[in-house]
Structure formats: structure tokens, C-alpha cells
């Protein structure tokens, strides 16, 4: 949990700054001369142009820059249902991001519904503005149904990054603890707690990987292939892609025998220094629920995790989406890149990890820091050899 000390300093510091985003235009100490061209008389030839040939307006205005930050507010960032006003410091603080890392406009839009149909026809209204829209912090599984309809109707790409982003970041840090304790994606246990977009990103993108024995567990235990009971067509479809020998119990059964651990359960201090015993050897750690991990790094190493990460910023190896979605959304707007697909972010989360040479590698050193400047380039060399459109 963040401190009291560092509370009043984010208060004090919004207080002051009033908002942490501004639009301004690209043409500075702007003169009457360019006034007449970036306005009227001039703008109307540009406008005429656009309408003659739709494909320009790629070229003559912001659009393949712009992404839109769209939330509801029904599951921000460890604090649940807050609502669109609340939600907003966390969206300018994205755009932030996107900004700094990637050169990225985007823009919070905060709706004050909470309706699927409504949030998918007011993106569905806004898409003009935009290269691509970023979903965010929506309660699941209506994120990723909303994600799904917008997939199909949309001609610009729709990036969940609870989903993706998350799911890339956790498959880099994955591979170079692999590296680190000498073990194969395709023979590890991995058990993944939580069921929603996080947890469900991480084991599609798992599969996709080579990954063979992953369990996934919610509030009711295993998810196995037949089980009725809390499900939804998402959890559905992890019972058929995972657990393949149809395992049954709680998350602490899962745990025994496991190489990893992946959190994005939402809730704190899930795991015990016992649970983690049970677990093979070396086992892998990642507790990535924020701000309150599943378990303390401290208590995880004490009882023999030989690689531990969270998703904050208090510890080391910070395994968080903010890592991802600047540099991706950058590619994903260089190369008009219409559809997120698994190769896409196959190709991405290897690129992120291979930012880490073996000889920066250690066990509190698995991912590259957001700072550096290699991962935008490796993830651009790595897409375009995709030859995606």
C-alpha cells in the first residue's frame, strides 16, 4: 500500500498541476498567416480533400496518433467500482505515459454509464477520432464483450490492456525466469489465480506460447472442463484450454507440485509462507495484484520462491502493463495494424524480454525498466518482420 507520506504528495502534486494532461497544437507562436490554412478559408480545401478520399485522413489530420482511454470505472486499479469521475486520475496518467513513452496522443474518455450497449455505441460513435481505442479498467467479463462486438465492427484495433497488455509483460518476465532457473515453458505447472481479463489474457497468451500444463483458479476453486458452477463463455473456454487432466480443488491444492505462480486475483495476502512450500523447487512468484500483492516478496522468498515480482512500483522487477502499452501502441499505429492478434503479442512479449541480455539478467532483474529506450526499437523490429498490414 502506498504510503501516507507518498499520498499527500500525489494529493498535493494533482492539486497543484490541476490535471496532469493538456492539448496543445503543433505549431507554436501561431501567426495570422497560418491562421488562414490551419482554419478557415484554408481548412475547407483539406476537408474536401478527406471527403473525395476517405484513406487521407490517415494523412492529413491527427487521427493515426490519437487513442482514446475508455473506462466505465467498474474495476479501477485495486479500488473496484469507483465511477468515471474517480477514475479519471488514472486515465490522465496513462495518457501520460503513452505520451512520454510512445509519442502517443490519447485522451481519457470517462463514460457515466455502465451499460454494455451504451459503452459500445458511444466507441462505435467516437471512432472517427481515433487510430485506436484503449479499454480500461471495465469489470469483466463485459470488457471483454465489449472488446469482442467493437472486434468486429470496428475498422480500427481495439487494445484491452488488462488483457493484452498484461499478458505480454507476464509471458516476458516468464521466459527470462525460465532462463534464470534452467526450466521449459512446455513441461513447468503454472497456476494462475483469477478468472477475468488479466487471468484469462495470461493463459490464452500461455497456450499460444507452447505452454502445456497451466491450471486456472476463482473464488470457487479449479476451473476444469464441465464445471457448472460461477461460469461464464470465458471461464468456459479456459476449461477447455487448460487442466487438461480436469484437476479438482482449491487454489492451495493447485499449488502443490507448481514451477509458477501467477496472481491477478485482486486480492491480498492470497498466498502463506506454507503454500509456497508446497510448491517445486525454485518456484516462480509473480503476485502481480495492485497495490497489495497476493503475498509479500519478503515472506515469498523466506519460504523459497527463487524468483518473486509484483505489479509496483515498491519492489523489484516490476512486472506492469505500463511497460507494454506505449511501446505496442506505437507499432500498432505505425503499421496501421488493425487487429490484435496472438502472433502480435507473441512477437512483443519476446521482444520485451530479449531487451534483458544475458548478461543484465538476475533474479531481481527479469524485465527491462519502462526507461529503456532498446524495447521500443526491438518491438518494431520484431512486428515488422510480421509483414502485418
Given at each position: 500500500?502506498?504510503s501516507?507520506?507518498?499520498?499527500k504528495?500525489?494529493?498535493?502534486?494533482?492539486?497543484?498541476?490541476?490535471?496532469k494532461?493538456?492539448v496543445t497544437?503543433?505549431?507554436k507562436?501561431?501567426?495570422s498567416?497560418?491562421i488562414?490554412?490551419?482554419y478557415?478559408p484554408?481548412?475547407?480545401?483539406?476537408?474536401?480533400?478527406?471527403?473525395?478520399?476517405?484513406?487521407?485522413?490517415?494523412?492529413?489530420t491527427s487521427?493515426?496518433?490519437n487513442?482514446?482511454?475508455?473506462?466505465d470505472?467498474?474495476?479501477i486499479?485495486?479500488?473496484g467500482?469507483i465511477?468515471?469521475y474517480?477514475?479519471?486520475p488514472?486515465?490522465?496518467g496513462k495518457a501520460v505515459?503513452y505520451q512520454e513513452?510512445?509519442?502517443v496522443?490519447?485522451?481519457?474518455?470517462c463514460?457515466?454509464t455502465i451499460k454494455?450497449d451504451e459503452?459500445?455505441?458511444?466507441?462505435?460513435?467516437?471512432e472517427?477520432v481515433?487510430?485506436?481505442?484503449?479499454?480500461?479498467d471495465?469489470e469483466s467479463p463485459k470488457?471483454?464483450?465489449?472488446?469482442?462486438?467493437?472486434e468486429?465492427s470496428l475498422p480500427?484495433?481495439?487494445?484491452?490492456?488488462d488483457r493484452h497488455g498484461?499478458?505480454?509483460?507476464v509471458?516476458?518476465?516468464?521466459?527470462?525466469?525460465?532462463?534464470?532457473?534452467?526450466k521449459?515453458l512446455?513441461?513447468i505447472r503454472v497456476?494462475v489465480?483469477g478468472?477475468?481479463?488479466?487471468?484469462?489474457?495470461?493463459?490464452?497468451?500461455?497456450?499460444?506460447s507452447?505452454?502445456k500444463?497451466?491450471l486456472?483458479?476463482?473464488?470457487?476453486g479449479?476451473i476444469?472442463?464441465?464445471r457448472t458452477?460461477?461460469?461464464?463463455?470465458?471461464k468456459?473456454?479456459?476449461?477447455?484450454i487448460?487442466?487438461?487432466k480436469?484437476?479438482k480443488?482449491?487454489?492451495?491444492?493447485a499449488l502443490?507440485?507448481?514451477?509458477?505462480f501467477?496472481g491477478?486475483s485482486g486480492?491480498k495476502?492470497?498466498l502463506?509462507f506454507?503454500i509456497?512450500k508446497?510448491m517445486n523447487r525454485d518456484?516462480?512468484?509473480f503476485?502481480?495484484?495492485n497495490?497489495?500483492?497476493?503475498?509479500k516478496p519478503?515472506i515469498?522468498?523466506?519460504?523459497?520462491a527463487?524468483?518473486?515480482?509484483?505489479g509496483s512500483?515498491?519492489?523489484?522487477?516490476?512486472?506492469n502493463?505500463a511497460l507494454?502499452f506505449p511501446?505496442?501502441?506505437?507499432a500498432?499505429?505505425?503499421?496501421r495494424i488493425n487487429?490484435i492478434?496472438?502472433?502480435?503479442?507473441?512477437?512483443?512479449a519476446?521482444?520485451?524480454?530479449?531487451t534483458?541480455s544475458n548478461?543484465e539478467?538476475?533474479?531481481?532483474?527479469i524485465i527491462?525498466s519502462?526507461y529503456?529506450k532498446?524495447?521500443?526499437?526491438?518491438?518494431?523490429t520484431?512486428?515488422?518482420?510480421?509483414?502485418?498490414k
Open positions: 500500500m502506498i501516507d507520506q507518498n499520498s504528495k500525489a494529493l498535493a502534486l494533482h492539486k497543484k498541476l490541476k490535471g494532461i493538456i497544437g503543433k505549431i507562436n501561431l501567426r498567416s497560418e488562414k490554412l490551419i478557415t484554408g481548412v475547407a480545401a483539406v476537408c474536401k480533400e478527406i471527403y473525395h478520399h476517405p484513406e487521407k485522413k490517415y494523412t492529413l487521427k493515426g496518433n487513442v482514446a482511454i475508455v473506462t470505472g467498474t474495476r486499479l485495486g479500488l467500482n465511477g468515471p474517480a477514475a479519471l488514472v486515465m490522465e505515459l513513452f510512445g509519442g496522443s490519447a485522451f481519457p474518455i463514460l457515466d454494455k459503452i459500445i455505441a458511444t466507441i462505435k460513435a467516437i472517427p481515433f487510430g485506436a481505442i484503449n479499454l480500461e471495465i470488457v471483454m464483450e465489449i472488446s469482442d462486438e467493437l468486429k480500427i484495433p481495439i487494445f484491452h490492456d498484461t499478458s505480454v509483460v509471458l516476458s518476465a516468464l521466459l527470462n525466469s525460465l532462463k534464470l532457473t534452467k521449459q512446455s513441461t497456476v489465480a478468472a477475468g481479463s488479466a487471468g484469462y489474457g495470461i493463459c490464452k497468451l500461455l497456450v499460444a507452447g505452454c500444463n497451466i486456472v483458479t476463482d473464488s470457487d479449479i476444469y472442463k464441465g458452477a460461477n461460469m461464464n463463455k470465458y468456459k473456454e479456459l476449461g477447455d487448460t487442466n487438461s480436469k484437476e480443488g482449491s487454489l492451495c491444492d502443490k507440485n507448481a514451477d509458477v501467477i491477478v486480492k495476502n492470497l502463506t506454507k509456497i508446497t518456484p516462480i512468484v503476485a502481480l495484484t497495490p497489495d500483492p497476493e503475498i519478503d515469498a522468498k523466506a519460504a523459497g527463487k524468483i518473486v515480482a509484483t512500483y515498491l519492489y523489484p522487477n516490476k512486472v502493463n507494454v511501446h505496442l501502441m506505437r500498432i499505429l505505425d503499421k487487429k492478434t496472438m502472433k502480435l503479442l507473441l512477437v512483443t519476446m521482444a520485451i524480454a530479449k534483458v548478461r539478467l538476475h533474479y531481481e532483474h527491462p519502462m529503456d532498446r524495447i521500443q526499437k526491438n518491438i518494431i520484431a512486428i515488422s518482420k510480421l509483414h502485418l
